[in-house]
């Protein structure tokens, strides 16, 4: 099994619907981390969490929710999607001195119509 | 200005050919720099930590000057399996703040 394991792979959902994309991971992590990815721009964070009780703002937030359910799960809500919100979405992990970097699921391709 | 700035590229280079990767940041108070590696629209993976130091794995060097803010790749000999966007990444305050990428083709 993966280390970080996202749900959905793949997801076509329609503008104003409201949708949740699931991360879990087996590394035994504090830290997890939600970025979105679109061409020419990188990776930007959107949500973290350093801990089960912690939650923090990342760059582009708005529009965006989570919940950290556990130690091993932290998933992200879209309330009401949008398309511009179509992108591809990673979930990551850490240990708190990030020596190794991140650990990374193999992401979300999530399309908004 | 963004955080972490590259150049997109694409580099295009032959086999066995040496290519360098330059890239910039803005906060000083980054602690600590990767290199990662990513095939198309699959997941980012860690290709090597940069060090003030420098550090060297196999045909990959890594340079970091925190005076003028620049972290460096080289890679040398080429492989096709190289293609792929290499990504510069710091790390401030536990947060990775990522470059949008530098792409290279390595053709035969």
């Known amino acids: 099994d993966a280390d970080v394991t996202q749900t959905p792979r793949n997801r076509i959902t329609k503008t104003g619907k409201r949708i949740m994309l699931e991360c879990s991971q087996t590394?035994?992590?504090?830290?997890m981390y939600w970025y979105r990815q679109d061409p020419g721009l990188g990776l930007r964070l959107i949500y973290y969490s350093f801990d089960v009780k912690d939650i923090n703002k990342g760059e582009i937030s708005d529009g965006y929710s989570v919940s950290r359910q556990a130690q091993a799960k932290f998933s992200l809500s879209l309330e009401s999607a949008i398309p511009n919100q179509t992108a591809l979405y990673f979930c990551?992990?850490?240990?708190?001195?990030?020596?190794?970097?991140?650990?990374f699921g193999s992401g979300t391709r999530l399309t908004v119509v | 200005r963004k955080e972490v700035e590259q150049d997109p590229g694409p580099f295009n280079v032959p086999e066995g050919a040496t290519v360098a990767f330059n890239c910039t940041y803005s906060n000083s108070a980054s602690q600590s720099f990767f290199w990662y590696r990513q095939d198309c629209r699959k997941e980012p993976k860690l290709l090597m930590s940069v060090y003030s130091s420098g550090n060297e794995d196999g045909r990959f060097t890594a340079q970091l000057n925190r005076a003028s803010q620049y972290i460096s790749l080289l890679i040398r000999d080429s492989k096709l399996s190289d293609s792929a966007t290499y990504l510069c990444?710091?790390?401030?305050?536990?947060?990775?703040?990522f470059g949008q990428g530098t792409e290279l083709s390595v053709k035969p």
């Open positions: 990551a992990t850490s240990d708190a001195d990030i020596i190794g970097g991140y650990t």
């Open positions: 990444v710091n790390n401030q305050g536990g947060k990775l703040i």
């Open positions: 590394k035994g992590h504090d830290r």
